[in-house]
DNA sequence: TACTCGCACTAGAGCGCGCTAGTAGAGCGC
DNA sequence: GCGCTCTACTAGCGCGCTCTAGTGCGAGTA
């Protein structure tokens, strides 16, 4: 900085106000100092910056490094933080780095906000972290933290999924459980009050997932074994997630099992993965968009504001009907 | 860490040795303080370490947020960079934040090392990043710029898959070409030279495609469209990625066609979506967490001697025999 | 006793910026 | 001429840390 100052005749100051995009400089001036500055190669050094200013103005992003939805919801994020003039920066969680050691980089590089994706960490951590940092929790509730939460609406998405289903004729709906991922309980609790009121609790039964492929092809494995002891196939499935539903849809698909002619799949998320599908994997669509500019939102809210109370944002999911859907198969006379 | 330094009855330099576990502090003061400082909540700030120090001991890494393949590659970059005592910093591109701004966020956070995913900038651009920080560039070859290249020979991964469709009696064997993605250019002229030294250069055919699901699907339709057209489906594809494979094994499946009964598939990278087969998909693997640790290890050493030319890293591949590929179909008598 | 040595610790400069308080000079009204 | 404002610019402190060059002190040695 210095060197650009000395070669273009100026303060080091007034470099600064220029690369600050500040007033307080001719145009003249500007444009000579930024040429310069551009022979040299300068850059302004973040950390330096960072150190002056107090603020760092950067949002810290935790996420699952494998989970399809979360490069969603990242897609989503930078374009809202650069809009309000925030850094972002991204730490992974993997098999062997843990939440707290994704969360201690980015609290170590100064972020300001932490935008943590379906964390998984206790709320009395997440308390002490919403203290730190203007925290916001996406998906997983932190009851008690001082932290803001953006999820959807999870119960108004199975209940669409529910009623498309009926309507198509289908009555024999098994659910695939998300175990302890994000919103699974509310999924769960939502599709058995959705069987309720249809008047088909005889017909409910939630079979325990977990939000992966595997689990999908386990359950779908499950059900051929029955199939073929005898049992007759569910009509339709409500998988825990898209994920889920995808491992399914190729454990039938193979066995001959024609989606939607003999069985309707329904997914969560609308997450990339349904590109795959060449007919379209019908799901409930979070708005990954909606979502990101949501939680980039509270976080900056609460930068400036500290003493806002824990907001939550809920976003309504919307029923995205493709081809893994269609009328209820008619029942063998038995 | 005055604070920590006034309440524990040490200087603040002391603190810092402690913080920074180097010799000069006895046993007892080390407790104490460290004690103190986790009493107020003090962790070190890595903005001002990173300004005194002069070094910031970190790694930037450019990934695609979409691609598959990326996520495992960084699974494998965070133990490795922390092995050698590196902090990693991640910045994505999506379709709405390029490469430049990517990188660009990368170096004013100081990153001293830089390992680009897949990069698709010009060979003059990373010539001059590789004048800016270790360089090392992951899946494209960029000639003549400074920056080190960790790839798979891709020639030996298609030689094998190819070796293996043809020992299992196919001829009519189809590549679905990557297009202007990473590797693109070596697999097809891999697979050419394959079919020729296996004589079946009249069976050869490139169909053109890129690295998605969506082009899978396409070629899917394509040889479909064919089919009902009288013409003979190729007894066995290989696909350009295992992205573009999944696309195209969903078209087929759910046509009727068993894989690998009527047709085999083989893709590439052994990536995560793999899981997605109930029978697993047969592709080459790249060993990611090799590769990572590859690309790891080059920026460090250029950053310990900066004067090494670049260098290049060739992994093998490892053909991964799944479920989609087997023996040829018989040929119906024409 | 006088000295060296090693250990535990400290003072203070400086990393590259941002920011506050200020100056110099031009323009303007009276 | 004076005071005033406005624009363009500068001096220099301080952000929180690391690091070099020390200091003080007790133990060991001649």
Sequence with gaps: MADVAGKAGVSRALVSII?????????ETRERVLRVADEIGYRPDSAARLLARGRSRTLGVMFIVHQIFHTDLIEGIYPEAERLGYDVLLSGTTPGRGEAKAIEALLSHRCEGLILLAPDAEPAYLDELGHRAATVSVARRAPGARVDF???AEGKGVRQAMDHLVEL??????????????GSAERRRAY?????????????RVIPGAHT????IETGRLLLAERD?????????LAGNDRCAMGLLMTLTRAGVEVPRDMSVVGYDDSHLSHLMPIGLTTVRQDAVL???????FA??????????????????KLVIRGTSGPAPQEPAR
């Design 19 to 27: 690369f600050r995009n500040q007033p307080g400089a001719s145009q």
């Design 150 to 152: 953006v999820h959807s």
């Design 169 to 182: 004729g289908h009555r024999r709906i098994v659910h695939i459980d998300g175990g302890r991922g994000p």
């Design 192 to 204: 058995r009050a959705a069987m309720r009121r249809h008047r088909l609790e005889a017909e409910q």
């Design 213 to 216: 492929e595997e689990s999908g």
């Design 229 to 237: 002891r005898g049992l007759p196939l569910p009509t339709a499935v």
């Design 291 to 297: 979502m990101a500019e949501n939680a980039v939102r």
């Design 300 to 317: 900056v809210d609460r930068l400036e504001n500290p003493e806002l109370e824990p907001r939550e944002a809920v976003l309504d999911p």
